[in-house]
T-cell receptor, first 114, second 112 residues
Framework: GDSVTQMEGPVTLSEEAFLTINCTYTATGYPSLFWYVQYPGEGLQLLLKATKADDKGSNKGFEATYRKETTSFHLEKGSVQVSDSAVYFCALSDPPPGADGLTFGKGTHLIIQP | DGGITQSPKYLFRKEGQNVTLSCEQNLNHDAMYWYRQDPGQGLRLIYYSQIVNDFQKGDIAEGYSVSREKKESFPLTVTSAQKNPTAFYLC???????????FGPGTRLLVL
């Protein structure tokens, strides 16, 4: 079945550092890929998405490129802020016919220190 | 203000008790979902509904039940058959034309 693997962390960085959170996937079809962010005690918010190979999703300084050849969707940001501290989930949508739902990675806890 | 609301924010269950978590959306979305989140486990799909009066089991449906009598509402009941109900429960919805799911703020269920 489909699966998503991401670095589990916690990942601790200093403010203004460069961020990469790795995400790789296995899927039988051609999935859409997502990054969601979860702040403490809250639900998930969509951060960005890409629906086909070579698409780049971007939002709030974060970027991720859909790489079909490496089955990856790594999240990057050039200069992180303390307010970026949260848990980040990589997810894919590739349900078989008649099914539904997203497949999530286990989440990466990001801690940004001032 | 469009969005998804979940209530209550915290819920306590006694042994042998059924409890119901509320999920309401005013986004006019056809599909609704329930996920369970455990520490270090990511999110797992419990039930989903693509249309009113129809719903399907997800990966971990045992011990849970749902109904979808209205487009806006998708309540989840955690039954006494669910032996390990302590978790954070998230409701989501999506439209027919977009795969993106939008999430509510969640309900944390604790066992007394």
């Amino acid at each position: 079945g489909d699966s998503v693997t991401q670095m589990e962390g916690p990942v601790t960085l200093s403010e203004e550092a460069f961020l990469t959170i790795n995400c790789t996937y296995t899927a039988t079809g051609y999935p859409s890929l997502f990054w969601y962010v979860q702040y403490p005690g809250e639900g998930l918010q969509l951060l960005l998405k890409a629906t086909k190979a070579d698409d780049k999703g971007s939002n709030k300084g974060f970027e991720a490129t859909y790489r079909k050849e490496t089955t990856s969707f790594h999240l990057e940001k050039g200069s992180v802020q303390v307010s970026d501290s949260a848990v980040y989930f990589c997810a894919l949508s590739d349900p078989p016919p008649g099914a539904d739902g997203l497949t999530f990675g286990k989440g990466t806890h990001l801690i940004i220190q001032p | 203000d469009g969005g998804i609301t979940q209530s209550p924010k915290y819920l306590f269950r006694k042994e042998g008790q059924n409890v119901t978590l509320s999920c309401e959306q005013n986004l006019n979305h056809d599909a609704m979902y329930w996920y369970r989140q455990d520490p270090g486990q990511g999110l797992r799909l419990i039930y989903y509904s693509q249309i009113v009066n129809d719903f399907q089991k997800g990966d971990i449906a045992e011990g849970y039940s749902v109904s979808r009598e209205k487009k806006e509402s998708f309540p989840l009941t955690v039954t006494s058959a669910q032996k390990n109900p302590t978790a954070f429960y998230l409701c989501a919805s999506s439209s027919r034309v977009e795969e993106t799911q939008y999430f509510g703020p969640g309900t944390r269920l604790l066992v007394l």
